[in-house]
């Protein structure tokens, strides 16, 4: 089911611009921007417990802590990118990184939890910004076989982040306290903001129409489905607040879908759902993303709080976990090369299944290393499988000129999945979130296995046969 575009091979070469001797410099810094961003998203979670007992956050606000970043960094994504077309790319890149300096200062700084949460929105802001200019800097920065290995460092930033993330997050949390996670950013972003300028060159600007309704719209429709699924674990899932917030969700995301279709310049061309490789894709990352945040979610609590672990040790104990992810995006993108996408996606689910059954069992007693550690390991090493065969899918299966449609709609339901996925986890898991008992993060464990299971069995369905041909031109 490759696809490749008819006019690719006849197309006149057009000479490369020449290269910008200051390219590699760039792209080093242009990552490690990306880098915090990615960061942010698991270095926060092993700080939860410490971050409730000094603010006093209960369930909702600890959940929101994690979602609210997601949820801003998804929902404004492809608003970010149209901003940077519209104002030029590092111009875009510069606003976004000062938005989420100042936001990590501000959220280091909080003294309650609405300060906190505010904060956490603002840093999602900022990254909205500043990735989609990111990358659109590096795309248009190289070119030929030197895009391809720029775009391969770009994109194994990802794996690392989060893998650092839940050690660094336990390192300073442990050490100076939990704020750190916020102001180790601040040094990192003013020394951004001040080389940047000097190794990436200023592009005109091209002509864009911002579709801001639509963005506000499908943010709020997600922030709504969050807000509800959260609720539903305080007044059930037939309390009026959870079934008000559902409904608002519903309302407005059909009013986003209204608007799009009207709109001249849609922020999200709907029309890419029907193309089943973007489908396919966008489903598995919204799964793989929703479950791997939601492994560090109630990992990091049921450590913390069930078993009495620092927060160093639960960083240490995450460790194993992160690089099992890496490796399994290592062995994914092997196994989609030679056996293909849906035989990947299949497997790849359905050993993060396997993995997780264990984790139905836990207890407030017993090893830690022989009982949560193995199956968090074994069901990331799935994990990492699905994400690469979700990109590979969405991008190299459809035409030339729609892999940037394509990559802005996965990575919005990158951020978006792990909004959703933590939002129903810590509903499932409220009675361990809040009085510390194991069942709860049982629970929450069996609902997860049962979604990568039956994942694994649309998956067989959804997902395109063939084996992906991911070159250059489909890798923006």
């Given at each position: 089911?490759?696809?490749?575009?008819?006019?690719?091979?006849?197309a006149?070469?057009?000479?490369?611009?020449?290269?910008?001797?200051?390219?590699?410099a760039?792209?080093?810094?242009?990552?490690?921007?990306?880098?915090?961003?990615?960061?942010?998203?698991?270095?926060?979670?092993?700080?939860?417990?410490?971050?409730?007992?000094?603010?006093?956050?209960?369930?909702?606000?600890?959940?929101?802590?994690?979602?609210?970043?997601?949820?801003?960094?998804?929902?404004?994504?492809?608003?970010?990118?149209?901003?940077?077309?519209a104002?030029?790319?590092?111009?875009?890149?510069?606003?976004?990184?000062?938005?989420?300096?100042?936001?990590?200062?501000?959220?280091?700084?909080?003294?309650?939890?609405?300060?906190?949460?505010?904060?956490?929105?603002?840093?999602?802001?900022?990254?909205?910004?500043?990735?989609?200019?990111?990358?659109?800097?590096?795309?248009?920065?190289?070119?030929?076989?030197?895009?391809?290995?720029?775009?391969?460092?770009?994109?194994?930033?990802?794996?690392?982040?989060?893998?650092?993330?839940?050690?660094?997050?336990?390192?300073?949390?442990?050490?100076?306290?939990?704020?750190?996670?916020?102001?180790?950013?601040?040094?990192?972003g003013?020394?951004?903001?001040?080389?940047?300028?000097?190794?990436?060159?200023?592009?005109?600007?091209?002509?864009?129409?911002?579709?801001?309704?639509?963005?506000?719209?499908?943010?709020?429709?997600?922030?709504?489905l969050?807000?509800?699924?959260?609720?539903?674990?305080?007044?059930?899932?037939?309390?009026?607040a959870?079934?008000?917030?559902?409904?608002?969700?519903?309302?407005?995301?059909?009013?986003?879908?209204?608007?799009?279709?009207?709109?001249?310049?849609?922020?999200?061309?709907?029309?890419?759902?029907?193309?089943?490789?973007?489908?396919?894709?966008?489903?598995?990352?919204?799964?793989?993303?929703?479950?791997?945040?939601?492994?560090?979610?109630?990992?990091?609590?049921?450590?913390?709080?069930?078993?009495?672990?620092?927060?160093?040790?639960?960083?240490?104990?995450?460790?194993?976990?992160?690089?099992?992810?890496?490796?399994?995006?290592?062995?994914?993108?092997?196994?989609?090369?030679?056996?293909?996408?849906?035989?990947?996606?299949?497997?790849?689910?359905?050993?993060?299944?396997?993995?997780?059954?264990?984790?139905?069992?836990?207890?407030?007693?017993?090893?830690?290393?022989?009982?949560?550690?193995?199956?968090?390991?074994?069901?990331?090493?799935?994990?990492?499988?699905?994400?690469?065969?979700?990109?590979?899918?969405?991008?190299?299966?459809v035409e030339?000129?729609?892999?940037?449609?394509?990559?802005g709609?996965?990575?919005?339901?990158?951020?978006?999945?792990?909004?959703?996925?933590?939002?129903?986890?810590?509903?499932?898991?409220?009675?361990?979130?809040?009085?510390?008992?194991a069942?709860?993060?049982?629970?929450?464990?069996l609902l997860?296995?049962?979604?990568?299971?039956?994942?694994?069995?649309?998956?067989?369905?959804?997902?395109?046969?063939?084996?992906?041909?991911?070159?250059?031109?489909?890798?923006?």
């Open positions: 089911m490759t696809h490749s575009a008819p006019d690719a091979a006849h006149p070469a057009h000479p490369s611009p020449p290269a910008d001797p200051r390219r590699w760039a792209l080093a810094l242009i990552c490690v921007a990306q880098f915090m961003l990615i960061l942010d998203v698991t270095v926060v979670t092993v700080a939860l417990p410490d971050m409730a007992v000094d603010l006093d956050l209960g369930r909702q606000s600890l959940t929101w802590v994690v979602t609210a970043y997601t949820l801003c960094f998804g929902g404004l994504m492809l608003l970010g990118g149209r901003l940077a077309d104002l030029g790319a590092r111009r875009t890149l510069l606003a976004g990184l000062a938005v989420f300096t100042l936001a990590s200062l501000v959220t280091g700084l909080a003294v309650n939890a609405p300060m906190l949460i505010g904060g956490r929105v603002a840093q999602g802001v900022g990254a909205a910004l500043l990735s989609p200019a990111a990358l659109s800097l590096v795309t248009t920065t190289f070119h030929g076989a030197e895009r391809n290995k720029a775009l391969g460092v770009w994109a194994a930033i990802g794996g690392a982040g989060s893998a650092l993330g839940v050690l660094l997050g336990g390192v300073l949390t442990d050490g100076p306290g939990w704020q750190w996670v916020f102001y180790v950013n601040v040094p990192v003013v020394l951004l903001l001040a080389l940047l300028p000097a190794f990436v060159a200023a592009r005109p600007p091209r002509p864009a129409r911002l579709d801001l309704p639509g963005a506000l719209l499908v943010t709020a429709g997600t922030g709504a969050i807000y509800g699924l959260v609720k539903a674990g305080d007044t059930g899932w037939s309390g009026a959870t079934l008000l917030s559902l409904a608002g969700a519903v309302v407005l995301y059909g009013a986003f879908a209204v608007v799009e279709r009207a709109s001249r310049t849609p922020l999200m061309d709907l029309r890419m759902f029907t193309r089943r490789p973007v489908l396919a894709g966008s489903f598995l990352m919204l799964i793989a993303t929703a479950l791997l945040i939601s492994f560090f979610f109630l990992g990091s609590v049921y450590l913390q709080k069930v078993r009495g672990l620092s927060a160093l040790e639960t960083g240490l104990v995450f460790l194993p976990v992160a690089v099992a992810t890496a490796l399994g995006a290592h062995l994914g993108s092997h196994f989609v090369g030679r056996l293909g996408s849906r035989p990947t996606a299949v497997a790849g689910m359905a050993v993060a299944a396997v993995g997780l059954v264990p984790l139905t069992r836990l207890s407030a007693d017993g090893s830690v290393y022989t009982g949560l550690l193995p199956g968090l390991a074994v069901a990331s090493l799935g994990i990492g499988a699905v994400f690469v065969t979700a990109t590979t899918t969405a991008l190299a299966m030339h000129r729609e892999a940037g449609l394509a990559s709609v996965v990575n919005t339901f990158h951020e978006v999945g792990g909004s959703i996925g933590v939002a129903v986890v810590s509903t499932v898991a409220a009675t361990g979130i809040e009085g510390g008992a069942s709860g993060f049982t629970d929450a464990f997860c296995a049962v979604a990568a299971g039956v994942s694994a069995v649309l998956a067989i369905g959804l997902v395109p046969q063939g084996k992906p041909q991911l070159s250059g031109p489909h890798a923006h």
